[in-house]
């Protein structure tokens, strides 16, 4: 059925009106942010709010940056948060190699337990993540952070892996084999060459998380030299007392290595998704 040019205009505005209440809802707390960092103590306070500050001032990025234990929280951060996305995506491609391409009994349990695994909320586990971290004397160190963030990043860079090993055709393992090539050397020369978007897609998310991670944060670490930046901004949380101004700019700096990292992977995460979706 061909459409008139009045249903195509009503249904071409009706799309402009959801993105722009799209692009407001998602863009505006950031703006905020921005704009806050950017305030003194009295013009955030000021009644009505100013939308501009009215005098920019760079005195709570000053302070952020070179008066506070931040620039550690940052540190511990970036840490925590690369070990986490290298043995992601080393443990998810190992596992979901032989899911996707191989045929053994268990295969599809192995599957379902995995998914099953990304689902249960961290509310449920930090409790017993809690005494098992306890009982290894990881409690208050950054490797217990990162054994905690594994429990979540794991299954889901497996099973996404798992769904764009299967886009891949099986000719070329079976060529890889006609050719002498072990199942792990096929993996390693053949696969994940082909895989690379893949890859980024799970190595993205599993920093994205590890980076904005706050209840394991929080619960497991205590000490301003393994505090992660999540966890460190409630130092500036006094009781009722809200240091807005070093909360906003730490914000921003902690938005910034996010914000490059999507926008330098883009093209590669785009693929990794399209690709990741048409089989699972």
């Known amino acids: 059925m061909v459409k008139s040019t009045t249903e195509l205009l009503v249904g071409r505005i009706l799309t402009a009106i959801g993105i722009v209440i799209a692009l407001f809802w998602s863009l505006a707390p950031i703006y905020w942010i921005v704009v806050t960092?950017?305030?003194?103590?009295?013009?955030?306070?000021?009644?009505?709010?100013?939308?501009?500050p009215a005098r920019p001032t760079l005195a709570n990025f000053n302070t952020a940056l070179f008066n506070s234990k931040f620039p550690q929280f940052v540190l511990n951060s970036a840490t925590v948060a690369i070990s986490v996305?290298?043995?992601?995506?080393?443990?998810?491609?190992?596992?979901?190699?032989?899911?996707?391409?191989?045929?053994?009994k268990g295969r599809g349990a192995a599957a379902r337990a995995i998914v099953m695994a990304y689902l249960l909320p961290p509310s449920l586990l930090f409790i017993?993540?809690?005494?098992?971290?306890?009982?290894?004397?990881?409690?208050?160190?950054?490797t217990g952070l990162v054994v905690a963030y594994l429990t979540f990043t794991?299954?889901?860079?497996?099973?996404?892996?798992?769904?764009?090993?299967?886009?891949?055709?099986?000719?070329?393992?079976?060529a890889a084999t006609v050719d002498g090539a072990t199942r792990l050397q096929t993996l390693l020369k053949v696969i994940l060459p082909i895989?690379?978007?893949?890859?980024?897609?799970v190595a993205l998310f599993a920093f994205t998380h590890a980076w904005n991670e706050f209840l394991y944060a929080l619960v497991f670490v205590h000490s301003n030299d393994t505090k992660t930046l999540t966890a460190g901004?409630?130092?500036?949380?006094?009781?009722?007392?809200?240091?807005?101004?070093?909360?906003m700019a730490?914000?921003?700096?902690?938005?910034?290595?996010?914000?490059?990292?999507?926008?330098?992977?883009q093209r590669y995460i785009v693929e990794g998704l399209a690709a990741g979706s048409v089989k699972g």
């Open 195 to 201: 895989a690379k978007p893949g890859l980024a897609v």
């Open 128 to 142: 017993p993540l809690f005494l098992v971290l306890q009982n290894m004397g990881l409690i208050n160190t950054k």
């Open 233 to 247: 901004l409630t130092g500036l949380i006094m009781g009722d007392t809200f240091i807005w101004g070093q909360l």
């Open 250 to 265: 730490s914000s921003v700096i902690a938005i910034v290595p996010i914000l490059i990292i999507y926008i330098v992977a």
């Open 85 to 104: 996305t290298l043995i992601s995506a080393v443990i998810g491609a190992l596992a979901a190699y032989p899911i996707a391409r191989m045929r053994f």
């Open 37 to 52: 960092s950017l305030k003194t103590s009295r013009e955030i306070y000021a009644v009505p709010p100013t939308l501009l």
């Open 154 to 174: 794991v299954p889901f860079c497996t099973w996404m892996l798992i769904g764009y090993f299967r886009t891949i055709p099986r000719e070329l393992d079976e």
